[in-house]
């Protein structure tokens, strides 16, 4: 006995749309929702659910008042490796921009975890990360400042930060990472030239060197349509 499923138009519509974008290349751009609406005999709103799909995916983005087919998404590995060694392995020019670097009074769970008393100050370091130009993710980073402060006279924010501390001697050991998938905020929508309806990766990350004292309290912020992560498992 099987069942017969009636399809939604708008994922017919993105079944057509898939076969074509099979035919094009990074930046070409894709046909108008009009042209395509009258190719497939349906509303333009029907053909906007089925782009909306593929711009959530990445597979296509917007680009002036039109759209283009996008780049191949990030893949970062979930490892040690910093930001900056994981886009390199893909052939991807990193790049940091700061938006802020500041000393704060760490609250009891944040000085817990970097290990050291409440209330003692914190390096509150956010960046917007970047690969070829492009805005990936919002990262924010959190170092003791008993350890760390050198790091605010020898750091240059726009490089990797783990290069920086493993040159002050750190050796990192473990971390334990968690992922979530969020909608952005306003504020880090902007940051991120992105909008609030994009489904964000939150990433989580607390880092021990290898004698098992913390390194730092990391929360990352990726665009899932531009951003992927993969993990080697092993028994």
């Not at 392995?89 to 990193?94: D, T």
């Not at 030239?193 to 990352?220: C, F, K, Y």
């Amino acid at each position: 006995m099987t069942t017969d499923v009636r399809l939604p138009k708008h994922y017919r519509v993105r079944t057509e749309l898939d076969r074509i974008l099979s035919t094009l290349h990074q930046g070409d751009p894709v046909p108008p929702e009009r042209d395509l609406a009258e190719r497939f005999g349906v509303s333009r709103e029907t053909v906007r659910q089925a782009l909306h799909e593929l711009l959530v995916e990445g597979r296509i983005e917007r680009r002036g008042r039109g759209t283009v087919v996008s780049s191949p998404k990030l893949v970062q590995p979930l490892s040690l490796r910093s930001y900056t060694e994981g886009a390199q392995s893909q052939g991807r020019i990193p790049g940091r921009l700061l938006v802020t670097w500041e000393e704060v009074t760490g609250d009891a769970d944040l000085c817990r975890d970097l290990g050291i008393r409440t209330a003692s100050t914190v390096i509150h370091l956010e960046r917007v990360l970047l690969a070829d130009g492009a805005k990936l993710g919002l990262e924010s980073t959190y170092l003791a400042k008993s350890r760390f402060g050198p790091l605010r006279n020898t750091f240059d924010p726009g490089t990797s930060l783990y290069a920086a501390i493993r040159a002050l001697g750190v050796e990192f050991g473990s971390a334990v990472e968690r992922i979530e998938t969020v909608l952005a905020s306003p504020r880090e929508a902007s940051l991120l030239d992105t909008s609030t309806a994009m489904p964000m990766l939150l990433l989580h990350r607390r880092t021990l060197d290898t004698d098992g004292r913390p390194i730092e309290r990391v929360r990352s912020l990726y665009r899932g349509d531009r951003v992927a992560f993969e993990a080697v498992l092993k028994e």
